[in-house]
């Protein structure tokens, strides 16, 4: 009202210019007061996205959880958890303290797998803390400084309700100087199955215990005797030594319930150890090897482990019938690899183990299968494939996980191995840690199944073919607390696949199309089965000439197995190294039967004969050989009357033999002959060798002038000698008269009987004198059985 009684143009008055100020300070207080309001929400809201920034990622504090015992913890049991504190912040942490907290029961397995996701996240429920006396207390935790803890705590304080799994946290509670309030600043999840008291119905769990490795053995053997063997490198020993992956899993495999499953390729390159062997230490060169104790001492083990078990046997090699079904079924020959690989099973196992194993099971890899898959695996003799239910899904909309025998058709049986219990034990195991977090996770998920329902329900549970030895020690571990626990009943493969299927599983196998893309990027493609059908081939082709074929047909064979091997898979270049250097020593072995090379030849005269030398370099004899050689050009020279001949050969190991063709000339000039061994069966075998021969004949006219000249010769000489016998008679008829009387008769009878007997005698004595250096010589040189040489003339 003052301001408004102030007229323009005037000065206000002191009073005035007060309530003017007073006024304007009240009615700002408002505004001042909502600004500062506005200020406290703003920093307030700033350090609620700090919080939930922190809370979003796994704290500053890791928290490992090395050890939970017992697994399975009962009435009255003490509960030891055990495990690191490390301080992954900038800042020290003061005023710290690990504690146990007991967090909500999960009611499904998909709540176990959810749970198991944020495992270290500090967002979610943590649970509420036992407290008390229970916590291990810290000073303070110095940046990447780790600090034990362990804590003990009797069961009946953590305040577990009814049978189920309960989630269980280990937390760190501390403060830092940017933040100091006590706070959770890490934390780590698991399970805590809980069922003290026997299950009504307790579900049969079939665990398969894999012995599968590497192939370690090439085609190459000795040329003694007894063909010792050579492996790739020395991984094997390393495996099967102390510590080993092989020797952990055979450790700890003795003393579990399990079905095991086994390559029979493994139990022959282990049992191939215990004698002499080499093994490859460059492309050309090998050592001795020197393990056989070893060996020896597995074997032995692995034989007692399994002398009440259950043995599975693979077929030989493990064969991948996924690539198989997929790349090699159009190539000629790959399903009979198969048929192979099985049928050297029980050849193999029994007598290595002196336990008789089932064969009748296939493995796909991961169990995944689709009926290519399907048809391949049977085709060989097995009606039992092992799936997996990440595969072989459900869609009738069962309410539980359903037992693992299927019927999917034509007799053939599918089992169904659990995937979240196949699954548990992949990954990076090496750390304690990972490892009882797997276990108490696998734990979790068979007691989840079993709380699904009453009825009676055999599992299978089916691991990756190869784990590791921090896989294989949770793995053991997890098979030892569920054989104590109160849910589950261990159970062999056999039975779980003659188990009553449920009517309401579902046994349509998936479609080549749902086929996983990450596995088929894996497989073998198709040029592998076309570079091992055409060293099938080669194998044929040489093994028909030997004496003793199984020499190289054995480890040929199982080499071939060898190289459809599922653990290439991921590895390439491996695979194709080993498939070249198979058929490369396929090639060698095959090139030590082999024609000599030839230079050269001359041919004088209308017929002759041509050796050809079969040089076989190998320890035993070669037969059912035909060597042919023909003539490129039969108008000028032709091969026994003809453009080509053909003998049998049979040389024995480590000899040559040589082998005489007759040739005849038709026309001067050069022709050219082509060497040739043919098997039997009119297959070319090895190179052929090709060489030119210079054909120099005397033909008919040449003979005509030859014996012109001759005559000539005996002619002249003849006429010589009359005229000295005429000279002669002059003489005598000069030196006297009965000479002269004689010559007086002499032109009257110029050729009497004196001179006709003279030429006869003068023949008859010619035909008496030795050979005279002007005398012809024959036209080809005398006969010999040694390979020709450079400008040598050939038998005639």
Not at 548 to 554: A, G, L, Q
Request: glycine share 8%; charged share 20%; hydrophobic share 35%.
């Amino acid at each position: 009202m003052a301001e408004a009684a102030d007229f323009q143009g005037t000065t206000p008055s002191p009073a005035r210019r007060w309530l003017r100020r007073t006024g304007a300070l009240l009615a700002a207080a408002p505004l001042l007061a909502g600004l500062l309001q506005l200020h406290s929400a703003t920093s307030a809201e700033a350090a609620g996205q700090t919080s939930v920034k922190d809370a979003s990622g796994s704290g500053s504090v890791a928290v490992a959880v090395d050890s939970l015992t017992p697994n399975l913890p009962t009435e009255g049991d003490t509960l030891t958890v055990s495990g690191t504190v490390t301080n992954n912040g900038r800042q020290t942490v003061t005023g710290a303290h690990v504690g146990l907290r007991l967090g909500p029961k999960l009611a499904t397995r998909s709540a176990v797998d959810d749970a198991a996701g944020g495992g270290d996240s500090l967002r979610g429920a943590t649970g509420t803390e036992v407290g008390g006396k229970y916590v291990e207390k810290f000073a303070k935790l110095t940046p990447g400084v780790a600090q034990q803890f362990s804590i003990s705590v009797p069961v009946d304080k953590l305040d577990l309700g009814s049978d189920g799994i309960y989630q269980f946290a280990v937390s760190l509670n501390g403060q830092t100087s940017a933040e100091p309030w006590d706070q959770v600043l890490g934390i780590q999840r698991t399970f805590l199955p809980w069922q003290p008291q026997e299950a009504d119905t307790k579900t049969k769990t079939t665990f398969l215990w894999p012995l599968i490795s590497t192939v370690h053995m090439t085609a190459e053997t000795g040329s003694n005797e007894q063909q010792t063997p050579v492996f790739l490198n020395d991984d094997l020993a390393k495996e099967i030594s102390p510590g080993g992956r092989l020797d952990e899993m055979l450790s700890l495999g003795k003393d579990l319930d399990v079905t095991w499953v086994i390559d029979p390729d493994l139990l022959a390159s282990v049992d191939a150890m215990t004698r002499s062997y080499r093994v490859r230490t460059g492309d050309n060169t090998t050592a001795v090897g020197t393990h056989q104790a070893v060996a020896k001492q597995w074997l032995a083990d692995l034989q007692t482990a399994v002398a009440d078990k259950e043995v599975v046997a693979l077929p030989f090699a493990d064969p991948d019938v996924a690539s198989l079904a997929h790349n090699g079924t159009s190539v000629t020959g790959s399903l009979s690899h198969l048929k192979d690989a099985t049928d050297v099973v029980a050849n193999t196992v029994e007598p290595i183990l002196h336990v008789k194993p089932a064969t009748d099971f296939a493995w796909p890899v991961d169990g995944a299968v689709d009926p290519s898959i399907v048809k391949v695996a049977t085709s060989a003799g097995a009606d039992q494939v092992i799936a997996r239910s990440d595969s072989l899904q459900e869609t009738g909309g069962l309410p539980y996980t359903p037992s693992a025998a299927r019927p999917i058709g034509g007799g053939t049986t599918a089992v169904v191995a659990d995937a979240r219990l196949s699954t548990a034990f992949q990954g990076d195991l090496t750390k304690a840690s990972a490892g009882t977090l797997a276990v108490q996770r696998f734990l979790a998920q068979s007691l989840a199944l079993d709380l699904q329902s009453d009825k009676q329900r055999s599992i299978v549970v089916a691991p990756q073919r190869m784990p590791t030895t921090g896989q294989a020690q949770a793995m053991a571990a997890a098979i030892t607390a569920l054989e104590g626990g109160t849910w589950s009943d261990a159970q062999q493969l056999t039975s779980a696949a003659k188990a009553k299927p449920d009517p309401g599983a579902t046994t349509k196998v998936p479609s080549t199309t749902a086929y996983p893309s990450s596995l088929r990027r894996q497989e073998l493609p198709r040029s592998a089965f076309e570079a091992i059908a055409a060293t099938q081939d080669k194998l044929d082709n040489f093994t028909v000439v030997l004496s003793d074929e199984s020499r190289v047909v054995t480890p040929f064979g199982r080499a071939t197995n060898r190289g459809m091997s599922t653990s290439w898979r991921g590895r390439p270049e491996a695979a194709q190294s080993f498939r070249t250097n198979v058929e490369d020593h396929l090639n060698v072995l095959a090139d030590q039967v082999k024609l000599i090379d030839k230079s050269p030849t001359k041919l004088s005269g209308r017929s002759a004969t041509i050796p050809v030398t079969v040089q076989n370099n190998l320890v035993q004899g070669v037969g059912h050989l035909v060597l042919r050689l023909t003539s490129t050009n039969p108008t000028r020279l032709q091969v026994g009357g003809h453009a080509y001949d053909e003998q049998q050969v049979t040389v024995s190991g480590g000899h040559a033999q040589t082998v005489k063709f007759t040739t005849s000339a038709k026309a001067n000039g050069q022709a050219t002959l082509v060497a040739q061994l043919y098997t039997e069966d009119g297959q070319e075998y090895g190179q052929p060798v090709t060489f030119d021969v210079k054909v120099t004949e005397f033909t008919a006219t040449v003979m005509l002038v030859i014996g012109g000249g001759f005559l000539l010769l005996v002619l002249a000489g003849f006429r010589m000698y009359t005229q000295r016998k005429r000279a002669a008679a002059r003489e005598a008829e000069e030196d006297g008269p009965d000479e002269a009387g004689d010559a007086a008769d002499g032109p009257e009878n110029p050729e009497g009987p004196d001179d006709r007997l003279t030429e006869e005698s003068g023949t008859d004595a010619r035909a008496d004198e030795p050979e005279q250096p002007s005398d012809p010589t024959p036209d080809t040189a005398s006969e010999s059985a040694d390979p020709s040489a450079t400008g040598e003339r050939v038998d005639r």
